[in-house]
């Protein structure tokens, strides 16, 4: 499932379809399996369960009535809000999550304090030229400015959390049995805290650093969105030197960049070849030497771990992240040079709108080069979620990268991942033993804590700190999106949302939950030296379902 349907401040309408049809089977199939996998995880849930079933009713009953003339839009908003309402029996306070990201009481919240913001079915301005606002969509739905309704203080129609923590003892009686599982193999460490104080409720070797594998790009979309902020576009363009008329396509580093007829929200190739062939042919150009510009990354384009169909050569130009098919996510066949071959593709979108080019070669665009047209992406945020819900190599090598370019560094990996440390630093995060060799997690020689990647969720739910929220709306929804979709089939689905990480003889999880009480955990647990991944990515899911299931005090 792409990204999209979570974005937490925008939706590009076209997305909202896509959503629809995918999400409905999928609400179906955990509809089914949900409620009695929840009433085994705490008898307690029951009288929630049947309080939201009951609530969800009348809004199914609102959907139908709507028939098949209804607003896809509302389908899905309305659909998915019923389904994972059923799915979250365990959630008091603070309510499931919807397809935008958004937990249903942190809207309910919003609306109780009259507060505006959060899901956009347009856009709040056209500053992207993608808003269908004025064409009559509607308004932003509410949002509160917190991920807990006990974040945000202020008191509203919704309940808050208890002021009652969960206590160690609590949670070492659920958990210490389950991390002593042999699965989890000769090393592993845990972590638990609770995001509204930022308060560690459990550690076992937390602050010792392991292989995170994958869980490393929750620490590169902080690194990311702090540095550049979550509105920041990346941008593509055609520039033309007014010496030679040598026609230059400079990589801006979007790893999203696609060169697909449908283009789905994201920067499109065809559409920056369409607008530069309409001015060069203002200036009388049907002939053009073509060359492309990469230099916004340096180094090597290899990972360290060599050619790898889990990711295509790190290039500041790249149209469908080199991939050979028509797959958006996942390991694939990559073309060996995407920046030429994405300016090859270029060039057949000019030849088709009457501009003939040169065979492409590389090349610098100078400062006096005019630029004739620009695709940008959507806003870092919408990225940052598309790599964390599909744990995406490629755009997390490229925003490490964007972080080096924005904090000064070289934009090559050890640039990048010194970025990365550089600006978790600021953020005051414990980085005792933390090592970033790259920003996806591939490279076995990086090292995370349990401690630190806690602290990042738990920073990305400070109220002081929206910026970061996309790091908790972009985690994968426990059997609903992403690298999760196909887990928690007997468990907590709808209710856990975790970044996954598996290598060879590595599984890790780290993420969010809401316990029995309503309070909204963040944990993480990494593991080395496992033989078996699927027992241990069991015993894992357990342990979460576990944080789901009690008050643990």
């Not at 920003?439 to 969720?457: I, K, P, V, W």
Request: glycine residues 10%.
């Amino acid at each position: 499932m792409v990204v999209p349907e979570l974005r937490p401040w925008r939706a590009a309408r076209p997305h909202v379809a896509r959503v629809a049809d995918a999400v409905r089977p999928r609400l179906a199939r955990v509809a089914g399996i949900v409620r009695p996998a929840l009433a085994r995880v705490s008898a307690a849930a029951e009288p929630q369960v049947a309080r939201l079933a009951q609530a969800a009713g009348p809004q199914l009953a609102r959907i139908t009535k709507a028939g098949p003339n209804a607003r896809s839009w509302q389908y899905t908003a309305g659909a998915t809000t019923a389904g994972l309402a059923l799915a979250a029996g365990v959630v008091t306070a603070a309510g499931p999550w919807d397809s935008t990201g958004q937990r249903t009481a942190e809207r309910d919240r919003a609306i109780a304090l009259e507060r505006t913001g959060g899901t956009d079915h347009g856009r709040k301005d056209d500053s992207s030229r993608t808003s269908d606002t004025a064409a009559g969509a509607p308004r932003p739905a509410p949002s509160a400015a917190s991920v807990l309704t006990g974040l945000g203080g202020a008191t509203g129609a919704v309940k808050s959390a208890p002021d009652a923590l969960p206590t160690g003892t609590g949670l070492a009686a659920v958990l210490d049995r389950l991390l002593a599982d042999p699965a989890l193999g000769a090393r592993h460490t845990a972590a638990v805290v609770d995001v509204a104080t930022g308060k560690r409720l459990f550690g076992a070797g937390a602050d010792q650093a392991l292989t995170p594998a994958s869980t490393t790009k929750i620490a590169t979309a902080v690194a990311a969105l702090s540095s550049m902020g979550a509105d920041h576009l990346l941008t593509t363009r055609a520039a033309l030197e007014p010496d030679t008329g040598e026609l230059v396509l400079v990589g801006g580093g979007d790893p999203t960049l696609t060169a697909r007829k449908d283009a789905e929200g994201w920067a499109s190739l065809r559409t920056l070849a369409a607008s530069t062939a309409q001015a060069l042919k203002k200036r009388g150009v049907t002939d053009v030497t073509l060359s492309y510009d990469t230099t916004l990354f340096a180094g090597p384009e290899i990972h360290p771990i060599g050619v790898n169909p889990n990711l295509a050569p790190v290039t500041a130009l790249t149209a469908d992240e080199g991939r050979t098919d028509d797959s958006t996510s996942g390991p694939v066949t990559r073309v060996a040079d995407p920046a030429a071959d994405a300016t090859r593709k270029f060039a057949a979108f000019l030849k088709a709108d009457g501009i003939s080019t040169t065979a492409p070669g590389p090349s610098k665009a100078t400062t006096r080069a005019q630029t004739l047209a620009t695709v940008s992406s959507p806003p870092l945020s919408t990225l940052v979620e598309r790599m964390l819900t599909n744990s995406d190599n490629d755009i997390a090598e490229a925003l490490a990268r964007q972080t080096a370019v924005a904090t000064g560094l070289p934009a090559d990996f050890a640039g990048a991942g010194k970025a990365l440390e550089t600006q978790l630093k600021k953020l005051g995060v414990p980085l005792t033993g933390a090592a970033f060799k790259d920003g996806s997690g591939l490279n076995r020689a990086d090292r995370l804590t349990a401690d630190l990647l806690t602290a990042l969720l738990a920073k990305a739910g400070d109220p002081d700190r929206p910026d970061l929220r996309p790091v908790l709306t972009g985690l994968p929804v426990a059997g609903f999106t992403g690298t999760l979709s196909t887990r928690y089939a007997d468990g907590a689905a709808g209710v856990v949302r975790a970044k996954t990480g598996t290598l060879t003889g590595v599984n890790t999880l780290a993420g969010t939950v809401v316990d029995q009480d309503g309070r909204l955990l963040a944990f993480a647990l990494l593991t080395s030296d496992t033989t078996d991944p699927a027992a241990a990515q069991t015993v894992l899911d357990r342990a979460a379902t576990a944080l789901a299931g009690c008050g643990c005090r």
